[in-house]
């Protein structure tokens, strides 16, 4: 089973997670694909999305993420086919706090598109390793997928 590893990241911190999990997702036998700038023709056929966002400025999805996501809320396409869990990372003094994930679960499932377990909202005020936090998370994501 490929997994589908997109970064939404403005300062660089989801990308980082984005590739920490592909590398322990890697060691555990799973075949992934990691985008930190995806496209829609790249990403839309494939069935098993792990998304790992920020939230920037007033609540946006990050500028490397938006497009993909813009077109798909345009789209009058079908997702469900598409299977998805998002990390999202965000600093609660905002009370726009991990908008950007929100955000992004509504329109996949406005598309028919399956979430398969609790989004991981890490607050990087309280989080200091945000690689390790997404870690501990991953085995929820992968018994969703087994």
């Given amino acids: 089973m ?14 980082y997670v984005a590739e ?23 990403v839309i056929d494939k069935p098993l999305w792990l998304i790992v ?13 938006r497009p993909l996501i813009d077109q798909i ?3 009058a396409q079908d997702l469900s086919h598409l299977r998805f869990a998002i990390v999202g990372l965000g600093n609660s003094d905002y009370d726009t706090f991990c908008y950007a994930t929100n955000h992004i679960e509504n329109i996949l499932e406005q598309k028919s ?5 609790e989004s991981l909202k890490i607050d990087v005020l309280n989080i200091d390793d945000p690689e390790s936090c997404s ?10 997928i087994a």
């Fill in 2 to 15: 490929n997994i589908c590893i997109l970064s939404g990241s403005t300062l660089g911190t989801a990308e």
């Fill in 20 to 42: 920490h999990l592909e590398e322990v997702l890697k060691t555990q036998g799973f075949s992934t694909a990691l985008f930190h700038n995806a496209s829609y023709d790249d």
């Fill in 53 to 65: 966002t920020s939230t920037h400025g007033s609540g946006e999805i990050p500028d490397n993420l």
């Fill in 73 to 75: 809320a345009q789209s």
């Fill in 113 to 117: 598109a399956v979430k398969l377990c």
């Fill in 135 to 144: 870690e501990e998370w991953l085995p929820l994501f992968i018994q969703s």
